[in-house]
Nanobody, 127 residues
């Protein structure tokens, strides 16, 4: 059974940093992309950043370019999201997710393409 468990959320002032972690278990993820999404109250779930687990290719949403960095540890099945220069508009519940990539060369960015999800972790940025 696949499990994705996020940790590392919290409250921070604008300009601060947080690092989120996602522990993945239950299968091998070599043919998957792992991604981060976020959802603010009253808004749709939004793609943040994703990485193809084997190749390491990364795709980043424009809203976080230059501020957020995704990385993974293939051996420990851990994924990270380093968030710097945080803004109040980054406030949301952050989810990690996994999408199968067999047969495709791009990195999925739509929520419906991801079939495994974590429970989410709250990030609050105050001004």
């Amino acid at each position: 059974q696949v499990q994705l468990v996020e940790s590392g959320g919290g409250s921070v002032q604008a300009g601060g940093s947080l690092r989120l972690s996602c522990a993945a278990s239950g299968r091998t993820f070599s043919s998957y992309a792992m991604g981060w999404f976020r959802q603010a109250p009253g808004k749709e779930r939004e793609f943040v950043q994703a990485i193809r687990w084997s190749e390491g290719n990364i795709y980043t949403a424009d809203s976080v370019k230059g501020r957020f960095t995704i990385s993974r540890d293939n051996v420990k099945n851990l994924m990270y999201l380093q968030m710097n220069s945080l803004k109040p508009e980054d406030t949301a519940v952050y989810y990690c997710a996994a999408a199968p990539t067999a047969g495709i060369i791009y990195i999925p960015t739509r929520a419906y393409q991801y079939n495994f999800w974590g429970q989410g972790t709250q990030v609050t940025v105050s001004s």
